[in-house]
C-alpha cells in the first residue's frame, strides 16, 4: 500500500513538471495583500529547466533543485513583514509582499523586475514609457534582495528607471556602492571591499605569502578577485593562480571548471591556502571531488558559504582540511525560531514555496534527519505538487528543529534588517498622509526616508542600544576630526602638525602660521617704546655733549663712559627689533647674544662709576686700601664683558637657537625662536644678574655721598626694577606660550633699560636743564663743604680709634673752635676736587687715577 502511494506521488511530480508558467500569477512564489506591497527576490531554486524545443521559445520554464536556505531568507521577510504588521510601527497600515524565485537566472529576476515596474491597479500587466516617473505609481513600493551581486545589479538597472529602492541583504559587490550607477541601491551588508581587506589581514598575519584563489564567473566573483588581487598587492602577498568557475547550474561545463581547478590545486603543492569566492552549490561539489582526492588544505571562506549547514552536512568534510570563514554581524534570533516551531500552523495559500517544502517532507517522510537534505535536494530536480493531508501537517511538526539548523542568522539579521528599514521609512512617509491609501506616495520617496534621519558631513554614525545598524544617532564630529561624505562611520582624524578642524567640520584646515608680526598691535607699541627709548639715548647724549665741561657731566664719569652706557642702552633698544617680525637663525643667535653682551657692558660700567665713587668718599683707611687694589677699570670692564662673550659664543657654537615650528596649539603653527640650550641662556642670564647684585650692592654702599654725586640711591632704584622685573619674567616665560612670548621679553628688556637710564641719566639732565645754578664750581664745592661737616664728628671717632690702637701715632689734640684733625683732611678733599673740577682736558684724568684717588670726581 505505502509503494502504491509513492507511485502515485511520483507520477504527479513527473506531470507536473512539463507544465511552464502559463500566467504572470503563476510567476508569482508567495504573496499576501496589504495597503502597501513589498517585492521580494530569492533564488529558492537553482537553476531553471531548459527546454529542448527548437527554435528556443521567449518562456520561463520551471525552476528546480529545492534550495532549504533560500527558503528560510524567504522565510525571514515574510516573518519581519509580520512582525512590522503586528507592531505599532505602523499604526492601521499593513504591509504586504509579493514574492518571486528568481531561480538563480538574470532573465527571470529582470522578469519579476517588469512586473514590479509594471503599473499598480491595472487590468494589463503594463509598464508605462513615461518621461516623468514622479507620479508612477507601480505594483509595489520598493524590492527585497536579491542575493547575488549578479542579479542585483541587472534589476537594479531597470529599478533606477523608477528609482525603487531595492535593499539587498547579500549582494557585496563593491561596484553596487556606485551611487552614480545605482542611486536607488541599498544594502544591509558591507561591501566585499571590508571582506578582502579582512582576509588579506587575516593571511598575513598567519605568514602566509602563497595562496590560490577560486572565484565565479560573474560579477560577483570577478569584482571580488580584483579587489583582493589589490588587497593582496599592496601586503606582499602573492597569487599562485586563479581558477574562475561558470556561475550557473544550466552551464554543462562546471563540472569541467570543478575538475580543471582541483588538477591546479594538486599540481600546486606548495599552496597550502586557498580563497574561495563561490556559491553554496559550487562549494558542494568542489569539496565533494576534493575529498574523493584526498585533497587537505586550508580554505577561507567567503560570507556568501561560510554558514552554509548544507557545507557541513558533506560526508567526510573534516578530510578537506579546515576552513576559515568570514560572516555578517547576527541578532536576535529567537523570535525566528518561534516562527519556525510554528510554520506548520502558518497559512500556506499563496505560498508555493511552502507548499512545495510540504511536499519534499512528504516525500522524505521515512528519512532520518541527516539524510533529509539529500533526500529535498534529490527529490526536488522536478517540481511537486501540493496535496494537504494530515500527514504532511504532522510531518511538519515533527521536523520543525531540521529548517533551524540550516538557517544561517548572519543572513537573517541583515534581510530583517532590509525590511525594517524599509518599514520606518514607510513610517516617516505616513505621518503626513493616508497610507492606508495605495496612491499616498510614490517608491523614489522612500529613499529620502530612513531608520535615523541621514548624518550630514561633519557628522558620524552612533549606533544606539537598537540590534538594528540601520538605527544610529548622528554625532558631531569632535575638533580635529572631519567627515566630508553623509552617513559615515567615524570621522577621520586631521594631521595635528599641518591641518585642524572644528567641531562638526567637513574639511580640515590648513594651519595659519603665526608670529609677532610687525602689523600687531601690541608690537607696534613696544617698538614705539624702543624708539623713545633710542630717542632718548640720543638726546641724553647730546646734551652731555653740549655741556661737557660742566661739573655734573665730569662727576658722571666724563664723555667716554657715558657714551659707552648709551650705547649699550642704544643696543639694548634696537635689538628687541629681533624680537619682532618672522623669526631667522639670524635674528634668533642675534637678539639673546647682543642683549648679554651690550647689558654686561652697560652693568660693567655703572659697576667702575660705583668704584670710583666709594673710592673717592671713602674715609676708612681699611676699605680705601681695597678699593685701590680692586680698581682697574679697563680690565675688569673687559674681563667681565669677555666672561660673557665666552658664554655666548659657546651658546652659539654647542647649541645655538634656531627657528621652530611650535605645533602644540590646536589651530595655529607658532613661528618661535627655539632657545637651543635652557642651561646657557640662564647662565647668560644669571651672570647678568650676578654683576647687577653686586653693582645694587655698591650703589647700596654710597647712598650717603654729596648729593650732587649720588646717583647711587637712584641707581639702587634702577637695580630694584631690574631684578623685579626679571624674578617676574622667570615664571611668566615659563608658563607663556603662544606668539607673544617674544612680547614678554621685550617687555622685560625695555623696564630694565627704562629703569637704569631714567635713574642714572634723567636726574642728571634735570639738573643740567632746570638747576643750572647748581652745575657750578662754586656750587659743588659748597656741597663738599657741607658734606664734609657733617662727616667730622664721625670722622674724629675713627681716628681717635685708629690713634688708640696704635700707640707710634700721638693723639691729635682738637684745635681751638671745636675742629679735629678730620677737619683739615676734609679740607684737603676739598682742594681736591676744585682742583678735577679746574682740569680741562679729559685725558688727562685717566692719567691721574692711580696718584689722585678722587680725581674723577
Not at 646734551?543 to 642702552?569: A, E
Amino acid at each position: 500500500m505505502a509503494l502504491l502511494i509513492i507511485l502515485i506521488i511520483c507520477f504527479v511530480i513527473i506531470l507536473a513538471s512539463s507544465q511552464p508558467c502559463q500566467t504572470p500569477d503563476d510567476f508569482v512564489a508567495a504573496t499576501s495583500p496589504g495597503h502597501i506591497m513589498i517585492g521580494g527576490l530569492f533564488a529558492i531554486h537553482e537553476k531553471m529547466l531548459s527546454s529542448d524545443d527548437y527554435p528556443r521559445r521567449p518562456e520561463i520554464q520551471k525552476c528546480v533543485g529545492f534550495d532549504i536556505s533560500i527558503f528560510l531568507h524567504t522565510l525571514a521577510m515574510i516573518h519581519s513583514i509580520e512582525m512590522i504588521n503586528n507592531s505599532t510601527l505602523l499604526s492601521g497600515v499593513k504591509l504586504g509582499y509579493e514574492i518571486y524565485d528568481t531561480c538563480t537566472d538574470v532573465t527571470v529576476a529582470m522578469a519579476a523586475a517588469l512586473r514590479f515596474l509594471s503599473k499598480f491597479n491595472c487590468s494589463r500587466e503594463i509598464v508605462e514609457l513615461k518621461c516623468d516617473y514622479s507620479s508612477y505609481m507601480p505594483r509595489v513600493k520598493a524590492v527585497i534582495g536579491a542575493g547575488y551581486s549578479e542579479i542585483t545589479m541587472a534589476v537594479s538597472r531597470m529599478l533606477n528607471l523608477q528609482l525603487m529602492p531595492q535593499v539587498s541583504y547579500e549582494s557585496t559587490a563593491e561596484i553596487l556602492s556606485d551611487k552614480i550607477r545605482f542611486p536607488s541601491f541599498l544594502r544591509t551588508v558591507p561591501s566585499d571591499f571590508y571582506q578582502t581587506k579582512a582576509m588579506v589581514h587575516l593571511i598575513q598575519k598567519s605568514g602566509w605569502n602563497w595562496i590560490g584563489i577560486i572565484t565565479t564567473d560573474d560579477d560577483y566573483g570577478r569584482l571580488a578577485l580584483n579587489t583582493f588581487a589589490m588587497q593582496t598587492v599592496a601586503n606582499n602577498v602573492c597569487i599562485a593562480f586563479k581558477e574562475v568557475i561558470p556561475a550557473f547550474l544550466s552551464d554543462n561545463t562546471i563540472e569541467v571548471g570543478i575538475n580543471q581547478a582541483l588538477e591546479k590545486i594538486i599540481a600546486e603543492a606548495q599552496v597550502n591556502v586557498i580563497v574561495v569566492f563561490l556559491r553554496q552549490f559550487h562549494v558542494f561539489n568542489l569539496f565533494n571531488k576534493a575529498i574523493e582526492r584526498n585533497v587537505n588544505k586550508t580554505w577561507i571562506a567567503s560570507d556568501i558559504w561560510s554558514t552554509a549547514t548544507k557545507i557541513t552536512t558533506i560526508p567526510n568534510i573534516k578530510r578537506i582540511g579546515k576552513i576559515v570563514g568570514f560572516t555578517f554581524t547576527r541578532g536576535n534570533m529567537s523570535s525566528f525560531h518561534s516562527f519556525l516551531q510554528n510554520l506548520h500552523l502558518f497559512p500556506s495559500d499563496n505560498n508555493k514555496p511552502l507548499n512545495e517544502y510540504a511536499m519534499l517532507l512528504s516525500a522524505c517522510a521515512h528519512v532520518k534527519d541527516s539524510d533529509l537534505s539529500q533526500c529535498i535536494s534529490n527529490h526536488s530536480q522536478g517540481t511537486l505538487t501540493y496535496k494537504a493531508n494530515k500527514d504532511i501537517e504532522r510531518n511538519f511538526s515533527l521536523r520543525n528543529d531540521f529548517l533551524w539548523d540550516y538557517t544561517e542568522p548572519g543572513f537573517v539579521h541583515s534581510i530583517q534588517l532590509a525590511v525594517f528599514a524599509l518599514g520606518y521609512a514607510v513610517q516617516d512617509l505616513c505621518q503626513a498622509q493616508d497610507c492606508q491609501n495605495p496612491n499616498a506616495f510614490q517608491p523614489w520617496e522612500q529613499i529620502q526616508s530612513k531608520c535615523s534621519k541621514e548624518c550630514s558631513p561633519g557628522q558620524m554614525k552612533k549606533t544606539t542600544k537598537s540590534q538594528h545598524i540601520c538605527c544610529y544617532e548622528c554625532v558631531d564630529c569632535p575638533e580635529n576630526h572631519y567627515s566630508n561624505q553623509t552617513d559615515m562611520d567615524h570621522c577621520l582624524l586631521c594631521n595635528n602638525e599641518t591641518h585642524w578642524a572644528p567641531v562638526r567640520s567637513t574639511v580640515c584646515f590648513e594651519k595659519e602660521v603665526e608670529y609677532l608680526s610687525w602689523n600687531d598691535s601690541l608690537a607696534i607699541l613696544l617698538m614705539a617704546l624702543s624708539l623713545l627709548g633710542i630717542m632718548f639715548v640720543l638726546a641724553i647724549g647730546i646734551i652731555f655733549t653740549r655741556n661737557l665741561n660742566t661739573p655734573v657731566v665730569k662727576s658722571s664719569g666724563g664723555l667716554t663712559v657715558c657714551y659707552v652706557i648709551l650705547l649699550c642702552h642704544f643696543l639694548n633698544f634696537a635689538n628687541t627689533g629681533f624680537f619682532v617680525g618672522e623669526p631667522q637663525d639670524f635674528t634668533c643667535k642675534t637678539r639673546q647674544t647682543l642683549f648679554g653682551v651690550s647689558f654686561t657692558l652697560c652693568i660693567s660700567c655703572i659697576l667702575m662709576k660705583f668704584l670710583k665713587i666709594l673710592l673717592a668718599f671713602s674715609f676708612d683707611p681699611k676699605l680705601q686700601n681695597f678699593l685701590k687694589c680692586l680698581y682697574k677699570p679697563i680690565p675688569i670692564i673687559f674681563t667681565c664683558t669677555g666672561i660673557q662673550v665666552v658664554i655666548c659664543t659657546l651658546w652659539v657654537i654647542l647649541a645655538a637657537p634656531t627657528v621652530e615650528e611650535n605645533v602644540s596649539l590646536p589651530r595655529v603653527i607658532i613661528l618661535e625662536c627655539e632657545e637651543g640650550s635652557v642651561l646657557a641662556f640662564g647662565t647668560m642670564l644669571g651672570y647678568v644678574a650676578i654683576l647687577a647684585f653686586i653693582c645694587f650692592i655698591f650703589a647700596f654702599k654710597g647712598r650717603k655721598l654729596p648729593e650732587n654725586y649720588n646717583e647711587a640711591k637712584f641707581i639702587t632704584f634702577g637695580m630694584l626694577i631690574y631684578f623685579i622685573a626679571w624674578i617676574i619674567f622667570i615664571p611668566v616665560y615659563a608658563t607663556t606660550f603662544g606668539k607673544y612670548l617674544p612680547a614678554v621679553e621685550i617687555i622685560v628688556i625695555l623696564i630694565s633699560n627704562y629703569g637704569i637710564l631714567c635713574c642714572m641719566f634723567f636726574p642728571k639732565c634735570y639738573v643740567i636743564l632746570c638747576k643750572q645754578e647748581t652745575n657750578t664750581k662754586s656750587a659743588f664745592l659748597k656741597m663738599i663743604y657741607s658734606y664734609s661737616s657733617h662727616s667730622a664728628g664721625s670722622l674724629a671717632m675713627s681716628h681717635v680709634s685708629l690713634d688708640s690702637t696704635n700707640s707710634n701715632i700721638p693723639m691729635t689734640n682738637p684745635s681751638p673752635g671745636g675742629k679735629s684733625a678730620a677737619w683739615q683732611k676734609s679740607k684737603d678733599l676739598e682742594e681736591q676736587v676744585f682742583g678735577c673740577i679746574c682740569r680741562e682736558n679729559a685725558t688727562s684724568i685717566s692719567k691721574t687715577l692711580p696718584r689722585k684717588r678722587i680725581s674723577s670726581i
